[in-house]
T-cell receptor, first 112, second 113 residues
Framework: GEDVEQSLFLSVREGDSSVINCTYT??????LYWYKQEPGAGLQLLTY?????DMKQDQRLTVLLNKKDKHLSLRIADTQTGDSAIYFC????????????FGQGTTLQVKP | KAGVTQTPRYLIKTRGQQVTLSCSPI?????VSWYQQTPGQGLQFLFE???????NKGNFPGRFSGRQFSNSRSEMNVSTLELGDSALYLC????????????FGPGTRLLVL
């Protein structure tokens, strides 16, 4: 079935690393995405990874994918107060065009 | 390139009315997807349009409909509004190819009284 799960809340200190985790159930995933949503705003694409990759690094962001365990993580290095937001992971499924399946979102709180 | 634009940004309607929301995709993108975001249900897929045809549909009642024009702009219509339709409606555009990275607009916040 189509299901994406995330923990709901993460609190870190400014300057620390943040790791946001996500699990998914559908083995037909093609791409997995991370989006950021700030209050009152739409979704900002942060990064994405093709399902046959293990890792992708983009400046302060590192995405790790364990396809066997259907586990995706987003690491934010040197977390800043401006990183405080809700982070969504999402998957696209082969043959299911235009549809992303989203997790519930993880609220990241960065304390100064 | 300009991003995805949605109009209006805010709407207040009463039960039983209908509403039309508009989405203009990124230039060159041919696919537009619509999502409903609520605190209780999260982000749920409504439908996707590609080259003026509905290509995929989520599990929403027939009161929710959409269309796409030849310039790829899309509209979404909700008829006979219910209180539960209060939500943030997001549209996303993509090239429509296999990779299909979706770029979202700022959303239209609909309040049904």
């Amino acid at each position: 079935g189509e299901d994406v799960e995330q923990s709901l809340f993460l609190s870190v200190r400014e300057g620390d690393s943040s790791v946001i985790n996500c699990t998914y159930t559908d083995s037909s995933s093609t791409y997995l995405y991370w989006y950021k949503q700030e209050p009152g705003a739409g979704l900002q694409l942060l990064t994405y990874i093709f399902s046959n990759m293990d890792m992708k690094q983009d400046q302060r962001l590192t995405v790790l994918l364990n396809k066997k365990d259907k586990h995706l993580s987003l690491r934010i290095a040197d977390t800043q107060t401006g990183d405080s937001a809700i982070y969504f992971c999402a998957e696209s499924i082969s043959g299911n065009t235009g549809k992303l399946i989203f997790g519930q979102g993880t609220t990241l709180q960065v304390k100064p | 390139k300009a991003g995805v634009t949605q109009t209006p940004r805010y709407l207040i309607k009463t039960r039983g009315q209908q509403v039309t929301l508009s989405c203009s995709p990124i230039s060159g993108h041919r696919s537009v997807s619509w999502y409903q975001q609520t605190p209780g249900q999260g982000l749920q897929f409504l439908f996707e349009y590609f080259s003026e045809t509905q290509r995929n549909k989520g599990n929403f009642p027939g009161r929710f409909s959409g269309r796409q024009f030849s310039n790829s702009r899309s509209e979404m219509n909700v008829s006979t509004l219910e209180l539960g339709d209060s939500a943030l409606y997001l549209c996303a555009s993509s090239s429509g190819t296999v990779e299909e990275t979706q770029y979202f607009g700022p959303g239209t916040r609909l309040l049904v009284l």
